[in-house]
């Protein structure tokens, strides 16, 4: 989503880094260009106004134009305002000292509020909660079938007393079913509306009375833009919501919305939905995102999956076959399936502080998850021997090869000199070197 400001943002600060000295015309040419990127990235003008506005005057109030690097100190400046304009340091959800943690859900229809639903109470069920969902959306047509359908991927139980009761009704059920079954979560799903009306105000505010929750959260759905900063401004004037769940934040809008919302209705955004499979939503860290938008990586979130899909054993075994050099074509093939549970290939490498080139160069190039599915194939395709010999595969080998795993003798031949490729910077990062990573990812494609 912040593609195209990040390559706008990163541009104009590599000019004024490449500055010996700085003067308050290049820094009002700085402000300029960074204005101008906002406002194309759709961020409410008012605003881009007034963050433009701290950054300048941060710029010329902290002795930054006399400073020995004084292009890195603005960096260093925009970066902090950056994560300031989304909520500064990242926000968690209230928990209760004693019974369920209730977590009430608005939105509107078409937000993505039912799926943010089942992937909380997943992202929850993962850190040991034992969580449950009550489906109160009575409107809409399939909306609790929905919300049972995705619970049970979720490993989460769904409340439901069909479209009949009242919301009201089936929410103070729900939570003295979760009472009574001693649950830690109990996510409440409520009903949308088309627009913000009197109706759906009122049935909110009357589940809120019943279940008295310890959390509120508006999903607003980043594609809409500015309309997703109206939508929570008016929700915040008629009912006092904790936060925002942001969805579909990986998609190709301007990333406006992420970027106002804590700015205009002072509620910060807690949850981002950065895909559409039910694992993919995350703890929303402003200054981390700052940093991403700044080609500066998210080294924390990389750490953080990685922990997910990695014990402490098989990391350590890991890490001594690359120190003795017995890295082979299966321990690559459990590396790849286990970077894949990570999240998209562009999104983990994105991670990586700078990327940003070698990652550019990818979107424009071929490389895609089905690259990925044809190097599985081909690894699958050979012999336990050949796996940890690649020296052995010769002419009728490769030929074997790509016949069983349906590719060409050339797709054989690539894989085999990328994973030499790979060894090679393996054996550099193990002596302490480290290798030319753009370089390497034009090799790997």
Not at 63 to 82: F, M
Not at 269 to 290: D, K, N, T
Not at 332 to 350: A, E, I, S
Request: proline content about 3%; aromatic content about 2%.
């Amino acid at each position: 989503m912040f593609d195209a400001l990040g390559d706008r943002l990163q541009a104009t600060l590599s000019d004024v880094r490449g500055r010996g000295k700085l003067t308050e015309a290049d820094v009002d040419k700085a402000m300029r260009e960074i204005r101008l990127a906002l406002l194309e990235a759709d961020v409410n003008f008012k605003v881009v106004k007034e963050f433009t506005a701290k950054v300048k005057e941060r710029c010329l109030g902290s002795n930054v134009l006399e400073a020995l690097d004084p292009g890195q100190q603005v960096i260093k400046i925009v970066n902090s305002e950056l994560a300031s304009l989304m909520g500064g340091a990242s926000r968690d959800l209230a928990f209760a000292s004693s019974g369920p943690t209730v977590i009430l859900m608005a939105g509107l229809q078409g937000s993505g509020k039912t799926t943010a639903c089942a992937k909380l109470a997943r992202l929850l069920g993962e850190q040991g909660k034992s969580v449950a969902l009550a489906a109160c959306d009575t409107q809409r047509p399939a909306a609790v079938e929905q919300l049972v359908t995705m619970g049970k991927r979720a490993n989460a139980h769904v409340y439901e007393q069909g479209t009949e009761r009242s919301p009201v009704d089936i929410a103070g059920w729900a939570l003295d079913e979760a009472k009574r079954e001693n649950r830690d979560v109990l996510i409440v799903d409520t009903a949308g509306r088309l627009h913000v009306d009197e109706g759906l105000m009122d049935e909110l505010v009357a589940v809120r009375k019943r279940v008295k929750p310890h959390n509120i959260l508006l999903v607003v759905d980043a594609m809409t833009g500015q309309d997703a900063v109206n939508v929570a401004q008016a929700f915040g004037e008629r009912t006092d919501f904790d936060g925002a769940g942001m969805t579909k934040l990986d998609g190709d809008a301007r990333g406006g919305a992420a970027l106002s919302v804590k700015a205009v209705t002072g509620k910060p955004i807690m949850y981002a939905s950065v895909g559409e499979r039910i694992e993919q939503l995350e703890r929303f860290h402003p200054e981390r995102m700052a940093s991403r938008i700044l080609g500066m990586g998210d080294v924390m979130t990389l750490i953080e999956k990685a922990e997910q899909v990695h014990d402490a054993d098989s990391a350590a075994e890991l890490e001594r076959k690359i120190r003795r050099q017995e890295f082979t074509l299966e321990d690559f093939l459990v590396q790849m399936r286990q970077v894949r549970k990570m999240g998209p290939l562009t999104n983990v490498l994105g991670m990586m502080p700078g990327m940003g080139k070698a990652m550019k160069e990818m979107r424009q190039g071929d490389m895609d998850e089905s690259e990925l599915d044809r190097v599985e194939a081909i690894i699958l395709s050979m012999t336990p021997a050949e796996r940890a010999n690649p020296e052995l595969i010769n002419g009728s080998r490769r030929k074997r090869i790509a016949r069983g795993s349906g590719t060409t003798v050339q797709a054989v031949n690539q894989l085999v000199k990328q994973f030499g490729q790979m060894r090679k910077m393996m054996a550099a990062l193990s002596k302490g070197k480290m290798p030319d990573m753009q370089q390497l990812m034009r090799g790997m494609r």
